[in-house]
């Protein structure tokens, strides 16, 4: 199945084949909600809430990156 969406050309991106589309504003304040509820835990880690995640497939796609 293939989609295409028809926009005006205001909104085409010169430094890009690919077409932007706009997206409704009540869609991003939900998104920057979510955003915001993970990255402000109770449990004070803020922006730090991926790096476990991210230094655990470190570990496993290369063991030894600390040396």
């Known amino acids: 199945m293939s989609?295409?969406?028809q926009s005006?050309?205001?909104i085409q991106d010169p430094m890009s084949a690919a077409e932007r589309i706009a997206i409704?504003?009540?869609i991003l304040a939900g998104a920057k909600s979510m955003i915001a509820s993970v990255t402000?835990?109770?449990q004070g880690m803020g922006g730090t809430l991926a790096w476990p995640v991210a230094l655990h497939k470190?570990?496993?796609l290369d063991?030894?990156?600390k040396r």
Do not use: C, F, I, Y
Request: aromatic content about 0%; overall charge neutral.
């Open 3 to 5: 989609v295409t969406v």
């Open 8 to 10: 005006p050309p205001s």
């Open 58 to 60: 470190l570990d496993r």
């Open 40 to 42: 402000k835990s109770a």
């Open 63 to 65: 063991p030894g990156h």
């Open 24 to 26: 409704e504003p009540q």
